[in-house]
């Protein structure tokens, strides 16, 4: 009998391990593979999670999630903290840090926030995550490549059971699962009573220009941190690339910093907005129909330049793409709430810059952001079956490697 298994061993849960007293017995399965694998071979999945991808790191509590909401803001401020403190410890001090500073204009509908920032890159964050598996691998039972395909409650005590047929039991457990979809688990779920609240993708436009058009706001700064309604800016990178991303079978383009290739001319962000769906398989029907016209059943890549979609934008400069894609106007993929949500953002960027975005600015389809649907949890991150709790992205309440990380480190307090 274990005290808490942990199902999953990404962000969320890593940060729970390092905060829960090494006296207690504990055991935490993944379905993906250990650090030793993944440090050689490309997953999404298995010891750190999505802790292996970009790894950028917002030290803010306005951005990655309404954490603050369910525990306060004064705690997501003292666990974001304790998350970088963490972070250095185990080899991320050499991270490209930085702040963007909060430089509002009143007479903008844009509002620029203030983050402090550090981001590690994959190289660093595998690094890190090694480092972490080290300290943790005599201090707690690790069983990979297995998913938990069941969980059930007898006698006041939880029995969970493995996709190859292993069996354990826990007085407690903690679901780390991050934001994919889960079909066993959810029936899990649904079979002890819980109910989902919210099914949220946030879709953007990975957006690529010259990196001398953000000059007059950027000033010294790597980033700015914007904000208007419901669109927001994302992982904007100065002199970085456009890359490919698979991420659940559908290919997406991402942001990599300056310091992983030669830097390059460009700028590239993502505006992001949200999307509500009653249900996830109404949600997954939604993001397969896309991604299928857009990826084409291999890895093509959509974009378009900005003066192709909205003829308010003049050429002038060249921007060279640092990622080849197809301008497929055939295709049907425009959405199109989420250009004019779009263009009007850049129009706001151009009055606050007081400068034009050229009309060559790249726009490619689609950045996305999961959110885990939301499962109701009380203040401790506890569900309404008592001794399971939830964490991290498969909350819903979380949406970002720091805040993933804060609910971890929070969580393993409460349960000391
Ligand atoms: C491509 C990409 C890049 C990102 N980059 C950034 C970034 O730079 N900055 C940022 O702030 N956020 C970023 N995010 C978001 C961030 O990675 C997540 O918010 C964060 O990792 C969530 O942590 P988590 O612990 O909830 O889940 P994860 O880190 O995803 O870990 C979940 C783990 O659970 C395991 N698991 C799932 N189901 C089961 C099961 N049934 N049984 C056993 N194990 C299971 C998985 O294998 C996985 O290892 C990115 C997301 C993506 C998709």
Redesign the pocket.
Known sequence: MYDTII????????FAMLNLHTDQKILT????PDIATRLVKAS????????L??????FSPDL?SHLSSKIGEALVRKYLAEVESILNTFGAKAALTYQSHATNQSDSSIKFLACHTK?LGTVLSKEVYHNIFTYLSDKVDFLFN????NIEKQDGNFRIT?SENHVFHAKKVIV?????K?A??NKSFANLGLVYQNNRVDIGFRIETLSETFDSLLQNDLEVKMKKANMYSY?MNKNGRVIK?N?HGRV?P?GQNSREETPSKNLNFTLFRPYYFDTEAQMNAYLDSLFDKINQNSDRIIGYPLHSLSSEFESIKKVQSTLAYESDFTANILLDDLLTDTIDFLHCLEQSMQSKIDGNTLLYCYDT??F?PEIHTNIRFESDVPGLYF?????GV????????CS?LYLGEVLN
Not at 7 to 14: E, L
Not at 146 to 149: G, H, L, M
């Open positions: 199902i999953g061993s990404g962000v969320s849960s890593i399965i993944d379905s993906g999404t999945s298995g010891f750190a999670g999505l802790g991808s970009e790894g950028k790191y917002n990655g981001h297995n998913a938990v395909t493995t780390a699962t991050g934001s994919k889960n066993a688990l992982c991303r991420l997406t991402e952001k999961y885990g964490i991290g992205d498969c909350s979380t949406y970002s490697l720091s805040h993933a990380a971890g």
